[in-house]
């Protein structure tokens, strides 16, 4: 099993910046393996916001978050980042790190998934 715990959510004003981040611990993950940031807002579907492999090599965003949202890994700390820049207040939602153990990239071979953290942006 893989554990996944995000942090690092909260209050900010629209234009603002948070990092979210996303610790992984017990079993190992491949190195092809996707570490992903989905989130879902009040009502609405939950949608893939960015992955990276486990590796770190590659990365991949969701077109509304391109080149504001930045997604990371630190090796040492087993830890994935999503630094995201110029919030929008439409972006408020519940913030979930998962990950796709063999790399395929459907969402429904996310097994794994953290509990969430809320990030708010307010006008």
């Known amino acids: 099993q893989v554990q996944l715990e995000e942090s690092g959510g909260g209050l900010v004003q629209a234009g603002g910046s948070l990092r979210l981040s996303c610790t992984a611990s017990?079993?190992?993950?491949?190195?092809?393996?996707?570490v992903g940031w989905f989130r879902q807002a009040p009502g609405k579907e939950r949608e893939f916001v960015a992955r990276?492999?486990?590796?770190?090599?590659?990365?991949t965003y969701a077109g509304s978050v391109k080149g504001r949202f930045t997604i990371s890994r630190d090796n040492a700390k087993n830890t994935v980042y999503l630094q995201m820049n110029s919030l929008k207040v439409e972006e408020t939602a519940i913030y979930y790190c998962?990950?796709?153990?063999w790399g395929t990239g459907s969402f429904n071979d996310y097994k794994y998934w953290g509990q969430g953290t809320q990030v708010t942006v307010s006008s």
């Open positions: 998962a990950a796709d153990q």
């Open positions: 017990g079993r190992t993950l491949n190195n092809y393996a996707f």
């Open positions: 990276i492999t486990w590796s770190g090599t590659t990365t």
